[in-house]
């Protein structure tokens, strides 16, 4: 899949809230094996360590409301992380709502002017 060579992590949610798509670099910064972590779970249940991010999702679902270029802190191993992300929403052809996706990327590091 194309999005597997993404320089950022890549999360998709179906509407019901059931991740569909998780690729390896989102595995790597939120250190999980995207193969095996979560297809197919519900991401409240995947996500309950990192709550800011659980609430992006939560928002962009029941809201419709997506986000450019935002940022939020998750804890690591007690070590902060600062995440900048954009939501979006994914639909049909038609139109019909799917789902959404969150791209995003740890930003700790990248100092601020």
């Known amino acids: 899949m194309h999005t597997d060579n993404l320089t950022g992590g890549l999360i ?18 939120l250190r999980m094996d995207f193969d095996t972590c979560c297809r197919d779970m519900q991401y409240e249940e995947i996500f309950s360590g990192f709550p800011a991010l659980k609430s992006v999702i939560k928002e962009t ?14 804890m690591h191993a007690n070590t902060p ?17 799917l789902g959404v996706t969150v791209i995003f990327q740890d930003i700790s590091f990248v100092e601020k002017k």
Do not use: F, H, Q, W
């Not at 998709?12 to 910064?29: C, E, F, T």
């Not at 600062?82 to 038609?94: D, E, F, H, R, W």
């Open 12 to 29: 998709s949610v179906d509407l019901k809230g059931k991740i569909v798509y998780l690729n390896p670099m989102a595995g790597k910064i």
């Open 81 to 97: 992380l600062i995440i900048g992300y954009s939501t979006m929403l994914v639909k049909n052809p038609a139109g019909t709502e």
């Open 61 to 74: 679902i029941e809201t419709g409301k997506c986000v450019r270029r935002a940022e939020i802190s998750i």
